[in-house]
């Protein structure tokens, strides 16, 4: 009997993991590699939202403990994920420096925006300058994933497969699963959960989203926001991520034509040099109507839960979303009521 079987392992399935061996408990992970969305994604942590200079929901508070559990994990596999990296915020006229200028002496927004720069990027022409981010960064969330599933393989922990729902049997104090028992189960699918019976009914969108990889004639040594995102590739110091796209419609993983035009037109605007792209890039964001977390169990089975709605800042979100999963799955403890799926359960 495992204490826990865990379906997905993205970022939020790494999270809850991390609880379970942190308390040791033990558990079996199945991943069928069908969604991508932690493995594409730029592995930012910013809690600012940089387009309207305010705090993003619960980011600043969440974000000491995620890179706390990022740094446990770095000594765990002995390998380096978290790379702090200023962002630099192009501003496009008098009036967003003024509104800069007002937004950094805020309380929470102060401890990030620095003063306004006009210190210059090879490539990149910003007459109104850069507002500075400080305490932001990169996580090299592939890296971690790849280090992570390797333990797990040793273990015998993870079995790359496909999920079957309909192969789950649901008793009072455990779930069977073909030979497999566990106390509990944790979904945490991303965007996979639409194919869940048991909770597919919540209100999950998908964005999706792609990137470019792009080789750049001159290093860019910060991430640079203006339309897009400009951030350096922190395993190749040549080349450059390009993102996101959002996109509501499509559903496919697949790389469009689309997408990399309107990326390559948001990269000329942004940077003057010759570039060439090596790689394109699609997922689907697992977002939520309201742009909340997906935290909490079933209404009639409370041993199967749900870990999911990460949205478009997964880094930030997952470790802090697990570590409430864990407390309220094993000590009862209240899941906030924002984050909670069951406000979405019909009466
Ligand atoms: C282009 C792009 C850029 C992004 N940039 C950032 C960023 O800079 N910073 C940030 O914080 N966030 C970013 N995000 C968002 C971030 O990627 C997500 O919030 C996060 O990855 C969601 O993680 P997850 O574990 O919930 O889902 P996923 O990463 O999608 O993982 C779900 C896992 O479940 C598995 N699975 C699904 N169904 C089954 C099944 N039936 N059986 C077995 N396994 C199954 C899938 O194979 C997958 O491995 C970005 C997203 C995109 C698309």
């Known amino acids: 009997m495992y204490d826990y079987i865990i379906v997905g392992f993205g970022i939020a399935g790494f999270s809850f993991a991390q609880q379970l061996e942190e308390n040791k408990r033990n558990f079996v992970v199945f991943d069928n590699n069908s969604q991508q969305s932690t493995r ?3 592995g930012m942590y910013n809690p600012i939202i940089l387009k309207r200079f305010t705090p993003a929901w ?7 403990y995620a890179l706390l559990q990022f740094q446990k994990a ?6 380096k994920y978290i790379h702090p990296i200023d962002i630099y915020r192009k501003l496009a006229s008098v009036e967003e ?10 309380p929470v927004m102060r401890d990030f925006m620095q003063e306004i720069t006009y210190k210059t990027i090879d490539g990149i022409k910003a007459p109104f300058g850069f507002g500075v981010l400080k ?3 990169i996580v090299n969330v592939t890296k971690l994933l790849n280090d992570a599933i390797s333990r797990l393989k040793k273990y015998e922990q993870i079995i790359s497969d496909d999920f079957d729902y309909a192969a789950l ?3 009072d104090e455990y779930v069977q699963y073909k030979n497999i028992k566990a106390k509990k189960i944790v979904f945490a699918e991303g965007f996979g959960l639409k194919n869940n019976p048991f909770f597919k009914q919540l209100p999950l969108m998908g964005t999706k989203g792609e990137m470019l990889m792009v080789e750049t004639e001159t290093p860019v040594p910060h991430i640079v926001k203006s339309a897009a ?4 590739n922190i395993e190749n110091k040549k080349q450059c991520y390009v993102g996101a796209t959002y996109n509501w419609e499509d559903k496919t993983n697949r790389p469009t034509e689309t997408a990399q035009k309107h990326l390559e037109k948001k990269l000329a605007k942004l940077y003057d ?21 997906l935290v909490g169990t079933h209404k009639k089975y409370k041993n199967l839960a749900v870990l999911n709605g990460m949205g478009t800042r997964g880094v930030i979100l997952a470790p802090t979303s697990a570590k409430i999963l864990f407390k309220h799955l094993e000590f009862e403890m209240k899941i906030p009521e924002e984050m909670n799926s069951n406000r979405f359960d019909k009466p």
């Open 40 to 42: 594409i994604a730029g």
């Open 58 to 64: 619960q980011a600043a508070e969440m974000l000491p």
């Open 74 to 79: 770095e000594l765990k596999y002995q390998n």
């Open 97 to 106: 420096q003024n509104n800069w200028t007002v937004a950094s002496d805020k």
């Open 135 to 137: 305490g932001t960064g």
């Open 169 to 171: 049997q649901i008793f």
């Open 229 to 232: 995102f400009l951030a350096p």
């Open 273 to 293: 040099k010759a570039y060439k792209v090596v790689l394109q890039k699609a997922g689907i964001r697992p977002t939520v109507i309201d742009r909340r977390p």
